[in-house]
């Protein structure tokens, strides 16, 4: 009987077809789709021969020379699919649905090794996010910003306001490359030096401005921004009412009150006897809730009175370290200006209201009090920045406020010479981008006419190096030029 394979495209290796011409392999080679198979019904093939029978007559050996099964196999190209599976003789109708039966058999073992093959991948892959995974996030996952950094660069930056005279103020950025600052000017009118905060107030993982002002006649607070992202300006009233003869101011501190992921304002502002606490609540795309009271403190005047936002007690949503008048407030205090002891409270959240600490007296004593994650666990710390000129030197020195109270962290302390000079401010910042905020400060004499440079003292997440100059300061006419930072 003839036994001669029809020429047409035969399975060469996983996902390839080559084509036999009826007496040898030619060079021609396709592509199988393996996901999507080709519809039996419609590939074209050639007919097969018709079967001849053969009269069962004795033969000899010398002339029985059948056609061999299958052709044979191909020797694989250099790194070429494995050897070439023998083409399917062409059966009869029987055979031929087995036939076809073994092709799907084959495709659905190689599907499945494909498939386990693209598991494996995936669970080597973890750079590729589960599209599933993030949408089910909850919004505390959020990507955090580098401490201070406003360019969106990894590397933490400082602004400060320098002032050459009275009558004239720029606005100094001092953006850093991880080794260096490069800084920038920009004027400001005399006096009307904006309230900027920064913040990551919409969530993309880097800090933008936030510009507040406040109408004390009013009672008004206006925020705005000029991100392209920003909202549009917001405007809210706060029930604010002070005994003093000369208005009222307020404290705003950013932070995660509510531990939702969402940046919020915590805004402090007298009540006559007392200050009251009030958060706006932010929606993570710069719009912010009316805002509501979370804790009204006693025995207190807004003028005695600093808050500092951080989760210190590493719960997952922002607290406020508040410093506060320690003993009894008089009429004269409500009417005036404090001069009592200080002390200091925790206002711990619970994420819908602060629960205000007892007020411990503060043995405490710095020239810049400044928050931050200064250890690179996530967890933030008090840090205090003093100066003296005595003994010519600048010391830092770390504070756990995990259980309310300042608990200095032994070892963890920097000092660098100064000479006989002041601090003109502080700030933390990740400089370096390495996760550890870092202390940025400018230090001056009185009578002398010029600042020693913008100098870092960079964490190592156990102590402080010594301070190295980052930037030289704009020059001074005379001793009367003088630099601020910002309020934290």
């Known amino acids: 009987m003839s036994n001669i394979?029809?020429?047409?495209?035969?399975?060469?290796?996983?996902?390839?077809?080559?084509?036999?011409?009826?007496?040898?392999?030619?060079?021609e080679r396709r592509q199988t789709t393996l996901f999507a198979p080709v519809d039996e019904a419609t590939r074209a093939r050639s007919a097969p021969a018709p079967r001849t029978v053969v009269p069962a007559a004795p033969m000899a050996a010398a002339q029985l020379v059948p056609p061999p099964l299958a052709p044979p196999p191909l020797a694989p190209p250099p790194l070429a699919p494995p050897?070439?599976?023998?083409?399917?003789?062409?059966?009869?109708?029987?055979?031929?649905?087995?036939?076809?039966?073994?092709a799907w058999v084959a495709l659905a073992l190689v599907l499945v090794v494909l498939a386990a093959a693209t598991g494996v991948l995936a669970a080597l892959r973890p750079w590729e996010g589960d599209a599933s995974a993030a949408d089910a996030s909850g919004p505390g996952e959020r990507p955090a910003a580098t401490q201070g950094d406003l360019d969106g660069d990894g590397h933490g930056d400082a602004v400060f306001y320098f002032s050459p005279d009275y009558d004239s103020t720029t606005k100094v950025t001092a953006a850093s490359d991880g080794s260096v600052f490069t800084t920038s000017e920009l004027a400001v009118e005399p006096g009307e030096r904006p309230n900027d905060l920064y913040l990551d107030w919409d969530g993309d993982g880097a800090n933008e401005i936030l510009t507040w002002t406040f109408v004390k006649d009013a009672g008004q607070l206006?925020?705005?921004?000029?991100?392209?992202?920003?909202?549009?300006?917001?405007?809210?009233?706060?029930?604010?009412?002070?005994?003093?003869?000369?208005?009222?101011?307020?404290?705003?501190?950013?932070?995660?009150?509510?531990?939702?992921?969402?940046?919020?304002?915590?805004?402090?502002?007298?009540?006559?006897?007392?200050?009251?606490?009030?958060?706006?609540?932010?929606?993570?795309?710069?719009?912010?809730a009316e805002p509501v009271r979370w804790a009204?403190?006693?025995?207190?005047?807004?003028?005695?009175?600093?808050?500092?936002?951080?989760?210190?007690?590493?719960?997952?949503?922002?607290?406020?370290?508040?410093?506060?008048?320690?003993?009894?407030?008089?009429?004269?205090?409500?009417?005036?200006?404090?001069?009592?002891?200080?002390?200091?409270?925790?206002?711990?959240?619970?994420?819908?209201?602060?629960?205000?600490?007892?007020?411990?007296?503060?043995?405490?004593?710095?020239?810049?009090?400044?928050?931050?994650?200064?250890?690179?666990?996530?967890?933030?710390?008090?840090?205090?920045?003093?100066?003296?000129?005595?003994?010519?030197?600048?010391?830092?020195?770390?504070?756990?406020?995990?259980?309310?109270?300042?608990?200095?962290?032994?070892?963890?302390?920097?000092?660098s010479t100064i000479g006989q000079r002041s601090l003109e401010g502080a700030a933390l910042s990740d400089v370096d981008g390495d996760g550890r905020a870092d202390v940025v400060f400018v230090v001056k004499a009185r009578g002398e006419a010029k600042f020693t440079g913008v100098q870092v003292m960079l964490s190592t997440g156990a102590m402080f190096d010594r301070a190295t100059v980052w930037a030289e300061t704009p020059p001074c006419p005379d001793e009367s030029c003088r630099i601020e930072f910002p309020a934290p």
């Open 5 to 27: 394979t029809p020429p047409g495209w035969y399975p060469d290796g996983a996902g390839w077809e080559r084509r036999w011409d009826g007496t040898a392999w030619t060079d």
């Open 83 to 102: 050897p070439l599976a023998p083409p399917p003789m062409p059966p009869g109708p029987t055979g031929a649905r087995r036939g076809r039966l073994g």
């Open 222 to 288: 206006t925020l705005s921004s000029a991100d392209k992202e920003f909202p549009g300006d917001q405007t809210f009233r706060l029930a604010v009412s002070s005994l003093k003869e000369y208005g009222v101011r307020i404290l705003v501190q950013p932070g995660d009150f509510d531990g939702d992921g969402a940046a919020d304002l915590a805004v402090a502002g007298p009540q006559d006897r007392a200050v009251d606490v009030h958060v706006l609540l932010g929606d993570g795309a710069g719009g912010f």
């Open 296 to 415: 009204s403190v006693p025995n207190a005047t807004i003028d005695s009175t600093e808050i500092r936002s951080g989760d210190f007690d590493h719960d997952g949503d922002a607290d406020l370290w508040t410093r506060l008048p320690a003993q009894a407030v008089t009429d004269e205090d409500y009417a005036g200006f404090y001069s009592g002891k200080q002390g200091y409270a925790m206002l711990s959240s619970t994420g819908r209201e602060f629960e205000v600490g007892a007020v411990f007296e503060n043995d405490l004593y710095a020239d810049a009090y400044l928050v931050g994650d200064v250890t690179g666990d996530g967890t933030t710390s008090l840090v205090a920045v003093s100066a003296s000129s005595y003994d010519e030197q600048v010391e830092v020195k770390v504070y756990d406020l995990a259980d309310g109270q300042p608990r200095e962290q032994a070892g963890f302390t920097g000092t």
